[in-house]
């Protein structure tokens, strides 16, 4: 079933006036916020999800806060919802049950950076933009790069493993975080992880942590890996007639032996919101795959040329390449202005970030023109075709039109599932992905991940609602 709001009990207002009362005398007036108006602005995220104006919001700038706002809260019962950027699009930072929202946008240092041993430090609150600023001043590189870089903090991309279109070559964020600084529910304080290369001392907590959706613990501090910044990079674009033949093309282009570090898919649907906003793209074309390669100079001319043959003999209508980076923003351009373009197309839009073995995008393809026809939604597709992880669009105006797209929803989440595929690539569960949870995974496991939840937050009282619905059981 489509839910967006969290079947989960508002918190008692009267032990929320007392902890926010505490927090006033623990941490000043300054940061703690209990205006209508403050409180307002922290009750949605750029998700669907419906969730509550919190009763307090507490505005940390240091781990100190962090922890005293945990203990505190622990102490009178208060559940804590934390939030970062606030971009997520899953309601991964929405306050289901009111409470208390720990923004940690605040705390923006970058610690340090470390060019020899490839290592940067940073708190949660750091946006995505200035850390790429930060150490491509110094020559060196981070991978992950989320479409919302310029407004992402660092705190929600740990929290929910965020990816984007490099993930191809250079994986999502769990695979860049070396450890981690966090604050549990009680206000335990706990350092994971390490800063060597290499380290197996122990459980991974590190792993763990990422991507768990700040249902365990809430980031203060990051270790992150960095690698010297690739020399040289080309861009290419390739128009198909339709969206399969690109899906086959990105079969042709792994097949030959190229390793791009970007395979996006944009179908017909998209493109024409991209037109629609002033894009100039060929009329003829009804899919457009981008694609990028990164290196040594001569070693990105060979992988250009493998990946351009490769569209070229799948049928494309025309392979544009661009090395400099003016030519190269021309061609990123329609990427970048693809996901407002398609706001614009109805009042409510819903992605969903399915992943299924790259062999079988054609057929997860299939599966989206077939939900289309038999529930009349509409639907677009776009996304990081080299890895599977293709970001489905639900578009609707009026609330009676959700049973269709419920009924689409589903559709494709049991198609995915089907094809060997995973409900997230990289946007998580949250909110609004949680009743379909027991598609993928077993009573078993969901009951395992939560034997793991209570054992760090007994109460659950850290970010309820998010990953675990009792509804997830099977109840699909």
Known sequence: MLRLQAPVDRVEPQRAERAALALSRALGDSKVDVSERGRAAFSRDESEARGEVPDVVVHASSADDVAETLR?????????????GGTGRTGGAVPVAAGLVLATHGMTGIVEID????????????????????????????????NSSASCCLGGNIAENAGGPRAFKYGV???????????????ARLTTGRRTAKGVTGYDLTALLVGSEGTLAVTTRATLRLMRRPPETATLLALFGDVHAAGRAVLAVLGSGAVPRCVEL?????????????????????????????GEPLHVEREAEKVGGAASDAGALEVLVA????????????????????????????????????????????????????HGVGMLTYGHAGDGNLHTNFLWNDDDELPRVEGAIEGLFRAVVALGGTLSGEH????????????????????????????????????????????SHRAC
């Open 115 to 146: 060019r020899d041993d490839l290592v940067a430090v940073v708190e949660p609150g750091v946006v995505l933009d200035d850390l790429w600023t930060a150490v491509e001043r110094e020559g060196l590189f981070y991978g992950p790069d989320p």
């Open 266 to 294: 944009l179908d017909r649907q998209t493109l024409d919101a991209v037109r629609a906003a002033g894009n100039p793209i060929d009329p003829r074309a009804g899919a457009m795959l981008l694609l990028e390669v990164d």
């Open 323 to 374: 090395q400099d980076a003016a030519k190269r923003e021309r061609l990123w351009a329609a990427r970048r202005t693809m996901s407002p373009a398609v706001r614009k197309l109805a009042r409510h839009k819903l992605s969903e970030d399915v992943v299924v073995p790259r062999s079988r995008v054609p057929r997860l393809l299939d599966e989206v023109d077939r939900l289309r026809e038999l």
């Open 428 to 471: 998580g569960i949250g909110v609004l992905k949680a009743p379909y949870l027991g598609l993928e995974q077993s009573p078993e496991l969901i009951d395992a991940q939560l034997r793991i939840k209570r054992a760090l937050d007994p109460r659950g009282l850290l970010n309820p609602g998010k990953i675990f619905w009792p509804a």
């Open 173 to 187: 964020t769990r695979d860049w975080v070396l450890g981690l600084d966090v604050v549990t529910m009680d206000g």
């Open 72 to 84: 505190i809260a622990s102490e009178h019962e208060v559940p804590v919802t934390p939030r970062a």
